[in-house]
């Protein structure tokens, strides 16, 4: 009945997360908030944990992409689950360190981490660092060096595979700022780069296809692509690289038309076309790594507003403004992107209304949906926009001045928060 499996409707009508009811959650914690079902989390955790397990002999790690939800709560949850983490900024690996994160599980990625970020990384003592150019690689080798250590590393490679996404999310093509192009030679000459400087270790490549992505083709594809060169460079250089990090971009439900596969049918596809292609190449099984971020918390996440002004324009629309807005989910202005929206106190009842969502920002594009349908809404309602778990919170900003929501984790139908909500304070404390 509706885009996830945590939520549900209860004996009163009113939409449930993880088993609470959503009302009770506006009324306890306020509106604007995230709800998060932490069971839901940790499942989908499992699910990729298993995936690997089931398909390819535990031969691997999950990394989950903290880009997508990062707060030290979400670090604890992942370490707890035995994931490991995919960082992209000095914020993101303090948040991580600071949860009691280990470090060697964490991978640092990003297409242009300062030489600040990278000294902090080699300090912690980081698992991995996904090299992007090879500015990076020259400071990294030279950190290392003063550092007396010798850095894991892995490549970003694009591997020219064309997922069918939104532009904005795309990645792997030619035309990327993100990593070394395979096309021009410029993969491999950053392979060599980092085999004849010693304080590299060259473990293994690295791609990424984009963002939510339905088809299980691009990544077999890519893999496919990436062994192709794990062989070439066996050839020309004599070494066998022993890791292949896949990247993320496993698509989840927004929508009820969207179909997702089960995470697993990924793994399989790969898993059988990997092996197959290394005993074609006489190459060895990598040890492999896939980085999900939206697949792990999107889903299992949503955004409870209270609505206000309901205003209807007679033969164009009826606008309902809530008490968010494009701060805590910039999603539909950046990319159009789709939601299903409730009406949390009848949630039984039937979506006879159409409606545009907007945000109290002053910005005409501050929409959250539009023309959608939804229960009746009247001011004073709660509002739930579903599927907001992933690159809502974490791409939040404080446009016109308007604090941040807290986070609330449900578990087993018990609320706390792990994320307070920003105060006014906390808006003018950097002030000077
Ligand atoms: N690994 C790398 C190297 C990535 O760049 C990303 C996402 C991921 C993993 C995780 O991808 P996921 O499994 O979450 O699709 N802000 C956009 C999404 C940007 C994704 C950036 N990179 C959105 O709101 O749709």
């Known amino acids: 009945m509706f885009v996830s499996d945590c939520i549900s409707v209860n004996e009163k009508g009113h939409l449930t997360i993880g088993g609470a009811d959503t009302l009770d959650l506006a009324n306890t914690y306020g509106t604007p908030a995230y ?59 303090y948040t991580a360190l600071s949860a009691g994160f280990p470090a060697e599980k964490i991978y640092f990625h990003g ?26 690689l020259v400071t990294l080798d ?11 590393v892995l490549l970003r490679i694009k591997p020219g595979i064309d997922a069918h996404t939104h532009d904005f999310i795309k990645t792997g093509q030619i035309d990327s700022k993100f990593g070394f192009a395979l096309e021009t030679g410029e993969a491999l000459e950053a392979v060599k780069f980092a085999l004849t400087h010693e304080n590299l270790e060259l473990v293994g490549l690295h791609c990424h296809i984009g963002s939510q992505i339905f088809e299980i083709n691009p990544f077999v594809e890519a893999a496919e692509v990436m ?46 076309r990997v092996k197959s292609k290394c005993s074609e190449l006489s ?14 918390v999107g889903a299992a996440g949503i955004t409870l507003y209270t609505a206000g002004a309901v205003k209807t324009i007679p033969g164009i629309r009826t606008y ?3 008490d968010g807005g494009m701060g805590d989910n910039p999603r539909y202005i950046l990319y159009q992107a789709d939601y299903e929206i409730v009406a949390a106190g009848k949630a039984n009842e039937e979506r006879s209304a159409t409606i545009t969502l907007a945000g109290k920002c002053c910005e005409s594009g501050d ?44 578990k087993d139908g018990e609320a706390r928060i792990v994320v307070k909500r920003e105060s006014y304070e906390n808006l003018v404390e950097n002030d000077i």
Do not use: H, W
């Open 227 to 272: 062994l192709n060169f794990y062989s070439q460079i066996k050839a020309e250089t004599g070494v066998t690289l022993s890791e292949l990090d896949l990247g993320g971009g496993f698509g989840i439900k927004y929508l009820e038309t969207d179909t997702p596969r089960p995470f697993g049918d990924f793994m399989k596809a790969v898993s059988e």
């Open 35 to 93: 709800v998060f079902d932490e069971g839901q989390i940790r499942k989908n955790c499992r699910d990729f944990v298993n995936s690997i397990n089931d398909n390819y002999g535990g031969n691997g790690l999950v990394l989950y992409a903290s880009k997508a939800f990062c707060c030290k709560e979400m670090c604890r949850i992942c370490r707890d689950e035995g994931l490991g983490l995919d960082v992209v900024s000095g914020g993101e690996l």
């Open 142 to 152: 030279g950190i290392a060096k003063n550092a007396g250590k010798k850095q894991a």
């Open 367 to 410: 929409l959250i949906q539009e023309n959608t349908p939804v229960q009746p809404v009247k001011p004073g309602d709660i509002v739930a926009v579903l599927s907001t778990g992933a690159y809502n919170y974490s791409m939040a900003s404080n446009y016109n001045r308007i604090p941040r929501p807290p986070v609330v984790m449900v």
């Open 283 to 296: 190459l060895p099984v990598p040890f492999i790594l896939i980085e999900p971020g939206r697949a792990i």
């Open 320 to 322: 309902v403004s809530i």
């Open 111 to 136: 297409n242009n981490k300062t030489a600040d970020e990278l000294n902090q990384a080699v300090q912690a003592g980081v698992g991995r660092i996904i090299a992007d150019n090879i500015t990076e």
